[in-house]
């Protein structure tokens, strides 16, 4: 009898935690901010590399490259990307040479030991913008610009948020607080997170950056693209892996239905005989 009481007591207090558990989260609301106000989702963004099946374009991995290079690489860097990566976007050898030279990489000159600079090989990676973190903060507002090789991965919705970040740039709204209106050196931008950004408009106009493949460079296109090309710097192996993601899911699947079969069969003459 005891025993039966304190079955039900405990039951009793589970199902009392599960209440109060299920009632607080259907009660449960984010505190009215101005921020929670007039912060927007990002906007929709398709993509050829997205879903199960997702490729990417070449051509527009390219053409967001050239965004980078021309107008992010000022600010952001690339830390985990090295230049021979680029091979993977369509580049001979020549080429990627050609690109890791455009860029100043720190080096050491051998005749006296001093740290200078050089022009970069396939083997060095992006480098750095700005010296360390008191420079870049010196040049961008005290604003340090983030590394931007994982921002994709960083961010819910990453290529959406990246893209509606770059397109999102507008004048505040009539009925916003004064005391949420952007200050010297910010910019008011509902796509992020408390309004205001120290980093201006980096995508200014139609013709910023002049592609190679005669596509219409508008503000809405690069950045597209360059939002295209920061899912491959987060995700360079996304196509090898759905391509070999789908024939080991129909491997499994093949090995369930196999011992499933097989504990059927052992069994079978026992189920019989009990």
């Given at each position: 009898m005891a025993r039966i009481l304190s079955i039900l007591v405990g039951l009793f207090f589970t199902v009392a935690l599960l209440w109060s558990l299920l009632v607080g989260l259907f009660n449960f609301e984010l505190p009215h901010t101005v921020e929670h106000e007039f912060h927007k989702s990002p906007k929709h963004l398709a993509l050829s590399s997205d879903g199960p099946f997702g490729k990417f374009d070449r051509q527009q991995l390219q053409r967001g490259l050239q965004v980078y290079k021309e107008v992010c690489s000022a600010c952001h860097s690339l830390r985990l990307v090295a230049f021979r990566d680029l091979a993977a976007l369509g580049y001979n050898e020549a080429e990627v040479k050609a690109i890791a030279a455009g860029f100043q990489v720190p080096g050491i000159d051998p005749a006296t030991g001093e740290v200078n600079t050089r022009p970069g090989l396939s083997t060095?990676?992006?480098?750095?913008?700005?010296?360390?973190?008191?420079?870049?903060?010196?040049?961008?507002?005290?604003?340090?610009?983030?590394?931007?090789?994982?921002?994709?991965?960083?961010?819910?919705?990453?290529?959406?948020?990246?893209y509606s970040l770059l397109t999102g740039y507008q004048n505040p709204p009539a009925n916003l607080p004064e005391a949420n209106r952007p200050g010297t050196g910010l910019h008011y931008n509902p796509y992020f997170a408390n309004l205001n950004l120290a980093m201006a408009p980096p995508l200014t106009g139609e013709g910023q950056v002049s592609y190679s493949d005669g596509t219409k460079a508008t503000v809405d296109q690069m950045s597209k693209d360059?939002?295209?090309?920061?899912?491959?710097?987060?995700?360079?192996?996304?196509?090898?892996?759905?391509?070999?993601?789908?024939?080991?899911?129909?491997?499994?699947?093949?090995?369930?239905?196999?011992?499933?079969?097989?504990?059927?069969n052992v069994w079978a003459d026992k189920k019989k005989k009990a």
């Open positions: 060095d990676y992006f480098p750095k913008p700005f010296a360390n973190d008191v420079a870049a903060r010196a040049a961008n507002n005290n604003a340090i610009p983030p590394d931007l090789s994982l921002m994709t991965k960083a961010r819910h919705d990453g290529p959406a948020y990246v360059v939002s295209a090309f920061l899912v491959w710097t987060a995700e360079p192996k996304l196509e090898k892996r759905n391509q070999v993601g789908w024939p080991v899911l129909g491997f499994l699947l093949f090995a369930t239905i196999l011992g499933f079969l097989a504990f059927r």
